[in-house]
């Protein structure tokens, strides 16, 4: 079975400073992994996948994420943080093969707060 | 760039009422999938449609159910409710075809009273 944990429920940093989010993945096969981010009442919006290539992903507003199969890790990193990243971030693992192709398996999320 | 809608953005109703979520995914994208976000929750697969047809089925209630139409757009009817079923609901679609990433749109809050 497909799943994602994300240890940590919150992660505050200071703006300017690097932040890190991080997910652990369990996958059968090859993992086909996301990051999407929510704000408050708002949808969820894609910011970087992994499906094949570089480790390293290049996304949406600056962020990256390094996909590590050793340590089954993709965690999301931004190097300079903004009080404006401020929001739910889920990891999230597809589905690639049978009836279940497509789903989507998400982590609990983790709430990034940046302070000014 | 077209995106995925989804109406009404609120919905309000009483318990054991009826009611129906719609979306309308991004065009030319031939999956459309449904998921259900409890208060504090990650979002939970419920359904999903590809060309049409159901694809899969994830943990969704018998008092639920869900077509998809011949414009590609999609209806989440949900029958009985219950004060359980309060939660934002996503639709989310994707071109299957081209293996693209799964694009949300901004979600149907219903609450039940």
């Known amino acids: 079975a497909q799943s994602v944990a994300q240890p940590e429920d919150q992660v505050n940093v200071a703006e300017g400073n690097p932040l890190t989010v991080k997910c652990t993945y369990s996958v059968s096969g090859n993992p086909y992994l996301f990051w999407y981010v929510q704000y408050p009442n708002r949808g969820l919006q894609f910011l970087l996948k992994?499906?094949?290539?570089?480790?390293l992903v290049k996304g949406s507003y600056g962020f990256e994420a390094e996909f590590n199969k050793s340590q089954t890790s993709f965690h999301l990193k931004k190097p300079s943080a903004l009080v404006s990243d401020s929001a739910l971030y889920f990891c999230?693992?597809?589905?690639?093969?049978?009836?279940?192709?497509?789903?989507?398996?998400f982590g609990r999320g983790t709430q990034l707060t940046v302070w000014p | 760039a077209a995106g995925v809608i989804q109406s009404p953005r609120h919905l309000i109703k009483e318990k054991r009422e009826t009611a129906t979520l719609k979306c309308y995914p991004i065009?030319?994208?031939?999956?459309v999938y449904w998921y259900q976000q409890g208060p504090g929750q990650d979002p939970q697969f419920l359904i999903s449609?590809?060309?049409?047809?159901?694809?899969d089925k994830g943990s969704i209630p018998d008092r639920f159910s869900a077509q998809q139409f011949s414009d590609y757009h999609s209806e989440l009817n949900m029958s009985s409710l219950e004060l359980g079923d309060s939660a934002l609901y996503f639709c989310a679609s994707s071109d299957r075809e081209m293996n693209t990433e799964a694009f949300f749109g901004q979600g149907t809050r219903l609450t039940v009273v």
């Open positions: 449609f590809y060309e049409k047809m159901q694809s």
């Open positions: 065009p030319r994208h031939d999956t």
């Open positions: 999230a693992v597809r589905d690639i093969r049978g009836s279940t192709l497509g789903r989507l398996y």
């Open positions: 992994y499906i094949t290539g570089d480790n």
